[in-house]
């Protein structure tokens, strides 16, 4: 069974270019070097829910775990702190089809 990480977060006002940037540059080709397969991203166009949601697979949940742990994800997830706010993360079991 894998395991799926579900990030969301709202990008910082006045920061969206460096945010786009960021991402496409640094955020996803890391995350893909660790391990994860990239399998959701969606954007909040109207309502009250999170601007941004991410989601990312690994086989395991000793996996995740230790990624989530390692110095170069922390050194990421700083990172991308600069861009944005209202950041959450959970891990799930992954299933078929949207999860959040």
Known sequence: MSYKLIMTWDISPEREQEYFE???REFIPSVQRMGFELT???ATIYG???QI????T???LAK???VLRSAEWQSLNN?????VQNYSQKVVEAEGGFQF
Do not use: E, H, R, T
């Not at 949601?53 to 990312?56: E, T």
């Not at 990172?79 to 861009?83: H, I, P, R, V």
């Open 22 to 24: 960021f991402v496409v």
């Open 58 to 60: 690994l086989p395991s």
């Open 48 to 50: 009250s829910q999170p």
């Open 53 to 56: 949601m991410v989601g990312a």
């Open 40 to 42: 959701d991203a969606w």
């Open 79 to 83: 990172q991308l702190q600069d861009f």
């Open 64 to 66: 995740i775990q230790q």
